[in-house]
């Protein structure tokens, strides 16, 4: 099979300098999942309010008042729970390097013999092996770095948990008020929305295809099935709490 010629974007990205520049820069932290996961979790939980309270016949002014309360309260939670749980992985890294640190300067040569076991799994043997065995142990940073990333699966760099927190927080407000600004719009300025569920109803079904697109192109998945797919399962949790909505208005009646 002929290989494809690379291009000129090809040849740019994988020059001497270029290489080194990443290299030097080292690997930069994404808050991609943050501001999708919050996106997505903000739209479905306040429509389902949403839809819920509607499908139960209660008044605009409760479905305004569970909303909002769901966008700080819910919210909140979740980027405190994001921010728990990015400080945990670094305390997990952390608690292991120093085990590592502990097990070199105890029992070197049992070290030692796990990198060797390592890379000949990857292929190394006889003095190739022996060599990258030299290599890696002849510097205790790089040797701890080493067993983090091959025995345990550790990254060596994660998103900062302030971050990743505040991310998780501004993309479950921004995305989960969308549902509620018919209602809203109709609390402030008076019932001028005719049936106000429907409009919601649209603009979260928006949200939801907008943010599926969005998570689509930074993960090299067709734009339209990543917004399909993520309409379908925020709209199949709408169902549900419509659902139980009639469900529980019939039980009240």
Do not use: C
């Not at 903000?42 to 305004?64: K, N, P, Y």
């Not at 700080?72 to 990015?86: I, W």
């Not at 085990?99 to 000949?120: L, S």
Request: aromatic share 10%; charged share 20%.
């Amino acid at each position: 099979m002929k290989r494809p010629e690379p291009s000129d974007r090809h040849k740019q990205l994988h020059s001497q300098e270029a290489i080194a520049r990443r290299l030097d820069h080292g690997p930069s932290s994404s808050y991609l999942r943050d501001l999708i996961y919050g996106a997505i979790d903000g739209t479905v939980t306040t429509f389902a309010i949403v839809a819920g309270v509607s499908g139960a016949d209660l008044q605009t002014g409760i479905v305004v008042i569970l909303g909002l309360a769901n966008l700080v309260a819910d919210g909140f939670s979740m980027a405190v729970s994001n921010y728990l749980g990015t400080r945990a992985d670094e305390d997990l890294r952390h608690r292991t390097r120093l085990e590592e640190y502990e097990h070199i300067r105890v029992f070197p040569e049992g070290e030692r013999e796990e990198i060797r076991q390592i890379f000949a799994r990857k292929g190394f043997e006889g003095e190739e092996l022996e060599r990258a065995v030299d290599v890696i142990t002849a510097d205790v940073e790089r040797w701890v770095d080493t067993m983090l990333q091959e025995e345990y699966g550790l990254a060596l760099n994660s998103p900062d948990p302030k971050k990743a927190a505040l991310a998780t927080f501004v993309a479950f407000s921004v995305a989960g008020a969308v549902p509620l600004l018919p209602f809203l719009w109709n609390w402030l300025a008076g019932s001028t929305i005719d049936v106000p569920f429907v409009w919601s109803a649209v603009a979260s079904g928006l949200a939801f295809f907008v943010v599926g697109s969005a998570k689509g192109r930074y993960v090299e998945q067709r734009w339209f099935a990543a917004g399909s797919e993520t309409l379908l399962m925020g709209g199949g949790a709408a169902l549900i709490a419509y659902g139980i909505g009639l469900l529980l208005k019939n039980l009240v009646g």
